[in-house]
């Protein structure tokens, strides 16, 4: 599936929107992204003092994200392209995201649990640099319930509600019929979860021992806001952009971005490229 990739991605770029078409050819916005050691790449914002409740995010569904999970479950050693809230002080975050789970197919999961910083630098916080969480993590794990295709565009969303302690998580599909729901309570992280930290963004489980540079297209994220705990709502280019320069999977000697790098967000604030090194 890997050596495939490069043609992959540049067939899959005719399935984006000619929105996200365009905003790939304009000027892109001058904030850091994140790529690191664990193979993720992505926009991580906060601003000191506040908190959110909700983040969401839509792509396009390619043949070349195929790549990113081996085994079609949401754990550590897997991959996903999706959205989180974190806490970055305290490593607590809930995953949405897809997973490949082959012949063309994504699963939506969500995982919550601690995220631990893999990077010893102490401006890197685990939101930005712990992968994906393991099946292994708080209750109530990951779970599956729909799915859908190579070339469909979908929106993830997380909601939570700091009040009652409840998560609402919803992808929305227009080609597989709309929008599906799934609401939990969930007590891991107490009456208050203090999530500072949403993010977009890939984890990909088969990055390492690719050959640099990191020029194919892998995903295309638009539509980037979250929601601050009064129901404010902006782009994410409102806030601060987390920034993380470690070196990702592949060889110690790779740049980071010659292996998986994340663009900066569009003018607007609200969408970015992820780009992969060729197989």
């Not at 998560?167 to 799934?182: I, M, N, Y």
């Not at 088969?206 to 990191?214: D, F, I």
Request: glycine residues 12%; hydrophobic residues 40%.
């Amino acid at each position: 599936m890997r050596a495939q990739i490069a043609a992959a991605a540049l067939a899959a770029a005719g399935l984006l929107s000619a929105a996200t078409q365009a905003s790939a050819s304009v000027p892109r916005v001058a904030l850091a992204a994140v790529y690191n050691s664990n193979a993720e790449a992505g926009q991580y914002v906060q601003s000191s003092g506040i908190h959110f409740r909700d983040v969401r995010a839509t792509f396009t569904l390619t043949q070349a994200q195929e790549s990113v999970s081996d085994g079609g479950t949401l754990n550590a050693t897997d991959g996903g392209i999706g959205i989180q809230l974190c806490n970055p002080g305290t490593g607590q975050a809930i995953q949405f995201a897809a997973v490949p789970v082959g012949g063309g197919v994504f699963d939506f999961a969500y995982q919550i649990g601690q995220l631990a910083q893999t990077e010893p630098a102490s401006t890197r916080d685990a939101c930005a640099t712990g992968g994906i969480l393991s099946t292994t993590a708080l209750d109530p794990g990951f779970v599956s319930y729909d799915s859908a295709p190579v070339g469909d565009t979908v929106s993830l969303e997380i909601f939570y509600d700091a009040r009652s302690g409840w998560f609402s998580l919803s992808v929305r599909d227009p080609a597989q019929g709309g929008t599906e729901s799934v609401a939990f309570a969930e007590t891991s992280c107490g009456r208050f979860c203090g999530f500072s930290e949403p993010g977009a963004g890939v984890r990909d489980a088969g990055v390492t021992g690719v050959t640099p540079p990191a020029d194919i297209l892998l995903a295309s994220f638009d539509g980037l806001r979250a929601t601050q705990a009064n129901g404010k709502h902006f782009p994410f280019g409102h806030w601060s952009t987390v920034a993380d320069s470690s070196n990702p999977g592949g060889s110690a000697t790779d740049a980071p971005a010659n292996v998986l790098t994340a663009d900066p967000l569009d003018p607007a604030g609200s969408a970015f490229l992820i780009l992969a090194a060729n197989p």
